[in-house]
């Protein structure tokens, strides 16, 4: 029997080194596992960037996957988490024609029932922001695609944990034993 699949959110500190970005998504190759999602930025921690990969796996896939990753030198350490464990979201812009602004009123109610932002405004085209979650965001493409959407984006997944990951406190210790290793 085939364990259920389930979105989780894989958290990689690591330092930022030239190639990792090509392992690591060879490790999901290799296993044939699709990344949904993925960003990357400097974390909370000077010199030390964090990646944000989503999967869904099943929990046995999801524990290989972690292991694996934690192995290559530049990693610190690897977390993965559901999305009950997690506070989420994505931005989008939409490049919409200027025209629809002015001669379709229904547009400016789409925007403002979405929650979403004006950005800039052009006689050619105008830009939308969008905050939230990935059925908002995906909605207010919809809705904007009738109007003459000239472009669509969406980032990935920027997520932090409801519970303290403490890789802080990994760091220090990694650090500190690297210094009595000197």
């Known amino acids: 029997m085939e364990e259920e699949k389930i979105q989780y959110t894989i958290s990689i500190y690591s330092e930022n080194n030239v190639g990792l970005l090509n392992r690591v998504s060879a490790i999901f190759l290799k296993r044939h596992v699709n990344i949904m999602s993925f960003s990357t930025s400097q974390s909370e ?18 524990k290989k996957l972690v292991q694996q990753i934690e ?54 085209f ?24 000239l472009q669509f984006v969406r980032s990935g997944r920027i997520s932090v944990t409801k519970a303290p990951m403490g890789i802080s406190q990994i760091l220090n210790n990694f650090k500190n034993q690297n210094k009595k290793n000197e």
Do not use: C, M, W
């Open 71 to 124: 192995k290559q030198v530049d990693v610190i350490k690897a977390f993965y988490h559901t999305d009950k464990e997690t506070i989420f979201l994505e931005s989008a812009l939409y490049k919409v024609k200027s025209s629809s602004l002015f001669e379709e009123r229904q547009i400016q109610n789409i925007i403002k029932d979405s929650h979403a932002n004006i950005v800039t405004v052009s006689p050619e």
């Open 45 to 62: 921690i000077k010199d030390v960037f964090r990646f944000v990969i989503v999967v869904s796996v099943s929990e046995i896939q999801i």
């Open 126 to 149: 105008f830009v939308i922001e969008k905050t939230g979650f990935r059925k908002d965001t995906e909605k207010l493409r919809e809705d904007l695609s009738k109007y003459g959407l």
